[in-house]
């Protein structure tokens, strides 16, 4: 049996045959479709039982009781994933994660979107410039993929310069980018009606096998906004106290804090540092210098990436230009960045170095790393 022309009746009974089984069904969706590879059988799994990709955490932290300062930062968390989410449906980011991984659509067959963002990485690539299919090389290092869903529709857009303003629209750039995987968009509908896994994952996403550039837009938005993390030792952690200029050395704001990782703590907000890389996961508020941009963009600004899992994301900066995070905070003790960065940001004598640099690995968040949801579908 094969679907080719469906009354609305055989498509119900399609549906609930292809949730029943799977493989050998959709396999006749094409004759001549060539071998999907060896995703082929998760594909058939993942037909059964979409992963869940709904179901908010219960991101409230605990021991907090008052709503001031910075440890609201992670219920507001919530709050505004909670306007995101409501975008995502369990197929509809399954389907964004076969085609974030799927290799067979850039021009060559080489490269997936996961290519230059890798899970393990927290979706970077540990370059400072990546590689694209032809072993060419981009202008800018790769971003980190995660906590998307926290940038709301008046913040400044995406990528280093912020030139996209919605993520839907960003995400068929790197299809059609000659460095990164050169496809056209027809190029790359025709491709995926080719593969006999997607118009199967495409009628249960979107009720219909129809692969069209807009469904392929949003699947991978569903996906990129499902990426957050929210499973650091900052975001479990019992919040005690925000931390403050006033405050005594040694004071614990995190319970579960070591003493370094408390005084880092301190070093960040006392510092200056969350002035502009906020806690509550917010990418950025408005584009800013730190110094090291003025030449790369043309107003001499960029975005402020998130810190969350930046102990996964080493080169730094937009050229990659720093290896280790102790190099970061000595640019941000000295010229530069002390220059450049309104004074009433930065003050670069409360910035303690290992305390800090402890500090910024709580902000790892493992799971994400691990996540079956997150990770590669094609892999056995
Ligand atoms: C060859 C490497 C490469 C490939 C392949 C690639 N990217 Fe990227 N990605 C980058 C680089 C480099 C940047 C930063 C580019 C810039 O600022 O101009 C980036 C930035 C992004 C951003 C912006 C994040 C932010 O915070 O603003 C998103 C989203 C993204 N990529 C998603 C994707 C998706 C989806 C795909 C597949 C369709 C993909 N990327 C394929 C290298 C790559
Ligand atoms: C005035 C705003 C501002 C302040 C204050 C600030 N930063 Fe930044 N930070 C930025 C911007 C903008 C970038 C991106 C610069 C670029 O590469 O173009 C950045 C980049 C970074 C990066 C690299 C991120 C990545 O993904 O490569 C790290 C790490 C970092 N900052 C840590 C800190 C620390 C630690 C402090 C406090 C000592 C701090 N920042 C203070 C604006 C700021």
Redesign the pocket.
Not at 58 to 72: A, I, M, N, Q, Y
Not at 160 to 176: E, I, N, T
């Given at each position: 049996m094969c679907f080719g022309n469906l009354t609305p009746t055989s498509v119900r009974i399609a549906v609930v045959l292809l949730s029943l089984s799977s493989v050998g069904l959709f396999q006749c969706s094409r004759d001549n479709a060539p071998d999907p590879g060896p995703g082929i059988s998760t594909v058939g799994d993942t037909l059964k039982t979409p992963l869940n990709y709904t179901d908010l955490p219960d991101l409230k932290p605990t021991g907090f009781t008052g709503f001031s300062g910075r440890s609201v930062a992670v219920w507001q968390l919530k709050m505004r994933l909670k306007t995101n989410q409501d975008s995502i449906t369990n197929w509809g980011a399954t389907l964004g994660r076969f085609?974030?991984y799927d290799k067979q659509?850039?021009a060559n067959g080489t490269?997936?979107?996961?290519?230059?963002?890798h899970q393990d990485k927290a979706?970077t690539?540990g370059k400072a410039?990546?590689?694209?299919?032809l072993g060419?090389q981009?202008?800018?290092?790769?971003?980190?993929?995660v906590n998307?869903g926290l940038?709301e529709d008046n913040d400044p857009?995406?990528?280093?310069?912020?030139?996209?303003k919605r993520?839907r629209d960003?995400?068929?750039?790197?299809?059609q980018?000659p460095?990164?995987?050169g496809m056209t968009l027809p190029g790359l509908i025709g491709k995926m009606k080719s593969l006999t896994y997607y118009p199967a994952l495409f009628e249960k996403a979107y009720g219909s096998r129809d692969i069209t550039a807009p469904k392929v837009a949003d699947a991978?938005n569903q996906?990129?906004l499902s990426l957050i993390s929210y499973r650091s030792k900052f975001h479990t952690g019992t919040h005690l106290k925000v931390p403050s200029a006033d405050d005594r050395p040694g004071e614990v704001y995190v319970k579960e804090f070591s003493e370094l990782e408390n005084r880092g703590y301190y070093s960040y907000v006392v510092g200056g540092c969350d002035q502009c890389h906020f806690l509550d996961g917010r990418?950025v508020l408005q584009h800013l210098s730190n110094g090291v941009n003025r030449q790369a963009f043309k107003d001499g600004k960029s975005?402020i990436?998130?810190l969350f899992n930046i102990a996964l994301t080493a080169p730094y900066m937009?050229d990659g230009r720093f290896t280790s995070l102790g190099e970061v905070i000595d640019h941000y003790r000295q010229g530069e960045a002390v220059t450049t960065i309104r004074k009433e940001a930065l003050d670069p004598d409360k910035i303690d170095k290992e305390a800090l640099i402890a500090f910024l690995k709580t902000l790892t968040d493992e799971e994400l790393t691990k996540d079956q949801r997150f990770s590669d579908p094609f892999k056995k």
């Amino acid at each position: 049996m094969c679907f080719g022309n469906l009354t609305p009746t055989s498509v119900r009974i399609a549906v609930v045959l292809l949730s029943l089984s799977s493989v050998g069904l959709f396999q006749c969706s094409r004759d001549n479709a060539p071998d999907p590879g060896p995703g082929i059988s998760t594909v058939g799994d993942t037909l059964k039982t979409p992963l869940n990709y709904t179901d908010l955490p219960d991101l409230k932290p605990t021991g907090f009781t008052g709503f001031s300062g910075r440890s609201v930062a992670v219920w507001q968390l919530k709050m505004r994933l909670k306007t995101n989410q409501d975008s995502i449906t369990n197929w509809g980011a399954t389907l964004g994660r076969f085609i974030f991984y799927d290799k067979q659509l850039s021009a060559n067959g080489t490269i997936a979107c996961a290519g230059c963002h890798h899970q393990d990485k927290a979706f970077t690539d540990g370059k400072a410039f990546s590689t694209g299919f032809l072993g060419g090389q981009t202008h800018f290092s790769a971003m980190s993929t995660v906590n998307l869903g926290l940038i709301e529709d008046n913040d400044p857009g995406y990528f280093w310069d912020g030139r996209a303003k919605r993520l839907r629209d960003q995400v068929l750039a790197p299809f059609q980018d000659p460095t990164e995987m050169g496809m056209t968009l027809p190029g790359l509908i025709g491709k995926m009606k080719s593969l006999t896994y997607y118009p199967a994952l495409f009628e249960k996403a979107y009720g219909s096998r129809d692969i069209t550039a807009p469904k392929v837009a949003d699947a991978l938005n569903q996906f990129l906004l499902s990426l957050i993390s929210y499973r650091s030792k900052f975001h479990t952690g019992t919040h005690l106290k925000v931390p403050s200029a006033d405050d005594r050395p040694g004071e614990v704001y995190v319970k579960e804090f070591s003493e370094l990782e408390n005084r880092g703590y301190y070093s960040y907000v006392v510092g200056g540092c969350d002035q502009c890389h906020f806690l509550d996961g917010r990418l950025v508020l408005q584009h800013l210098s730190n110094g090291v941009n003025r030449q790369a963009f043309k107003d001499g600004k960029s975005k402020i990436p998130t810190l969350f899992n930046i102990a996964l994301t080493a080169p730094y900066m937009h050229d990659g230009r720093f290896t280790s995070l102790g190099e970061v905070i000595d640019h941000y003790r000295q010229g530069e960045a002390v220059t450049t960065i309104r004074k009433e940001a930065l003050d670069p004598d409360k910035i303690d170095k290992e305390a800090l640099i402890a500090f910024l690995k709580t902000l790892t968040d493992e799971e994400l790393t691990k996540d079956q949801r997150f990770s590669d579908p094609f892999k056995k």
